[in-house]
């Protein structure tokens, strides 16, 4: 009824599959189905406790107020620490903006820097909400195909033919969803030194997963000479820590440009929650065992469902580097990757997302998240097992 007076931008936008997928597969589970939950990028570990108890302490304390929009001073300080830490990116506070969650990072940066017109390189299949936040800025959407022949990474001689002088900004998803590839250190020095070609082009480096990296390290590209004031890292605490309700991210970038997103910020959230905030420098500055366990149960996770998954007749399954996704080519079948995904919800009992959620280059793959347990994960193989013999 108000297809009239919605404005014409809305239908630029798109949503986030996995969250449907989930809502369906309640649906069934409520109908008295048993589900295994792949389609879901949400760790199953509870939040660490010394985390929850830094929260509740704060709030205690008096933590519930409005706060400065980018954040309190000492959590800025304490990303900022740790982001010299673990990426090697020197960085002040005045750098650091603090969101509820990554998504703000993505949107506003688009909002900020894209104008009508201004093509937005970004690779495919990935995070869906690129595609959309481009489109919703007036953007042109350049997609680098993700191949697994190239271990699911950005094909750095690809990308040289797609920049030009009408490419405004580049995103790099390093490690990446949905097939968890990661760039090496020689491809991000060499994207680095194709942009001093081009110096109008800004990256947008989403590292949400890169403490989820499972043999050897990644490399941010902003640690790449020449590169520290024209990228814009997008962290957060959702996948290391099992944070994913807190919703907790942050920005990090040159403080003119920190300055343009503060106002983006007051003119929509306002703020972070205050108590939520305190339990980022417990979790930044706290110990990191949980993190590390973590890694660890997600590293066996990835290892069993990869061989099982290769194990089945018509499935082929790369190893991936990072993040807490396979992306097996299940294209052998016959069938769209869309009706596999759908059938093997309602006939096998395995909720996953259709490749092409992610992009039209996802065609014949299926995205399973292992962020759920071994014995979960025993079963769904088990399951996808049977269910490919009914195709």
Not at 25 to 44: K, N, T, W, Y
Not at 312 to 339: K, L, Q, R
């Amino acid at each position: 009824m108000f297809e009239n007076l919605l404005s014409s931008r809305m239908s630029l936008l798109d949503t986030e599959s996995a969250f449907k997928i989930l809502a369906r597969a309640r649906a069934l589970e409520a109908e008295g189905r048993s589900i295994i939950h792949m389609e879901i990028g949400q760790p199953d570990f509870p939040t660490p406790g010394n985390i929850m108890d830094a929260a509740c302490r704060a709030m205690r304390g008096g933590h519930t107020g409005y706060t400065p929009t980018p954040g309190y001073p000492e959590v800025r300080q304490a990303i900022a620490d740790y982001v010299e830490k673990y990426k090697g990116v020197k960085s002040s506070k005045e750098e650091v903006i603090v969101t509820p969650g990554g998504k703000p990072v993505i949107f506003f940066t688009m909002q900020m820097l894209v104008e009508d017109g201004d093509e937005v390189v970004y690779p495919n299949p990935s995070f869906p909400i690129y595609e959309s936040c481009i489109k919703f800025s007036g953007g042109v959407p350049v997609p680098i195909p993700l191949r697994a022949d190239k271990g699911f990474a950005i094909d750095v001689d690809v990308l040289k033919r797609s920049v030009n002088e009408k490419t405004k900004l580049i995103l790099l998803n390093n490690p990446g969803n949905p097939a968890g590839g990661v760039s090496t250190r020689e491809d991000i020095l060499a994207i680095a030194e194709l942009l001093q070609k081009f110096p109008r082009v800004m990256v947008l480096s989403d590292e949400i997963y890169d403490r989820l990296v499972y043999d050897g390290g990644v490399t941010s590209i902003a640690t790449a000479p020449g590169m520290k004031d024209r990228v814009i890292i997008l962290d957060g605490l959702s996948k290391t820590y099992a944070m994913t309700g807190w919703r907790l991210g942050f920005g990090i970038m040159h403080p003119e440009l920190a300055t343009q997103m503060e106002l983006l910020m007051v003119n929509s959230f306002s703020c972070t929650s205050a108590f939520s905030q305190i339990a980022i420098m417990e979790a930044l500055n706290g110990p990191q065992d949980a993190a590390d366990e973590i890694r660890a149960a997600f590293r066996e996770r990835r290892d069993y469902l990869v061989a099982g998954l290769n194990a089945i007749d018509g499935i082929n399954c790369p190893m991936p580097g990072g993040a807490f996704y396979v992306f097996p080519d299940i294209s052998g079948f016959g069938v769209h990757c869309d009706e596999f995904a759908d059938r093997l919800m309602n006939e096998g009992g395995v909720a996953a997302a259709s490749g092409t959620a992610f992009g039209k280059f996802g065609e014949g793959h299926i995205r399973f998240s292992y962020a759920t347990s071994l014995d979960n994960i025993k079963i769904a193989v088990e399951r996808i097992a049977a269910f490919v013999k009914t195709l």
